[in-house]
């Protein structure tokens, strides 16, 4: 039980979110970049935000995206690299069409690479001009349920396993 408090303390492992023990699959789906997200600026509804729901496996990251502009909802799947515990490319995402993709789940993924980091707690998608982070998601609480249907989803399971 020692080892596993140290290993968690070592890897950064964020707990306490929405409530419940970890469950095996969780755990094995958790890292620094693991949980939601969420970008609400200014009077934005909550329905509104923009966020990332992600899951990390080792370096593996592999989630969902959400924005909202212009009226419309758009939304998709992401897969990214760790680099190191504050530091990822992002290299495949698939969605609809929108500044985030321009090809749609049913029909593939589209090749990336732009970054994701964390900085001061804080998940980026973007990097200033002169290379310094611009965070703006917010941690916000992961449900379990959500958690759970999101790894029961088939293509989460072949992301986390290295497909594609």
Excluded at 17 to 41: D, I, K, L
Excluded at 92 to 105: A, F, I, K, L, W
Aim: net charge negative.
């Amino acid at each position: 039980m020692v080892a596993l408090f140290g290993l968690v303390a070592c890897t950064g492992l964020r707990t306490g979110e929405a409530g419940s023990e970890a469950s095996p699959s969780s755990a094995a789906a958790s890292g620094t970049f693991a949980g939601e997200w969420e970008a609400c600026p200014g009077t934005t509804v909550s329905g509104e935000c923009s966020r990332y729901v992600l899951l990390q496996r080792g370096s593996r990251i592999c989630g969902t995206w959400f924005h909202f502009a212009s009226g419309k909802e758009y939304s998709g799947r992401i897969v990214a690299h760790a680099d190191s515990s504050t530091k990822a490319r992002r290299t495949h995402v698939c969605g609809r069409q929108s500044v985030e993709s321009d090809t749609e789940c049913e029909d593939g993924w589209q090749t990336i690479d732009k970054p994701l980091r964390i900085c001061d707690g804080k998940l980026s998608d973007s990097t200033r001009a002169d290379r310094s982070c611009f965070a703006y998601y917010q941690a916000v609480p992961m449900a379990d349920d959500q958690r759970n249907a999101l790894l029961a989803e088939p293509w989460m399971e072949d992301c986390l396993s290295g497909h594609p």
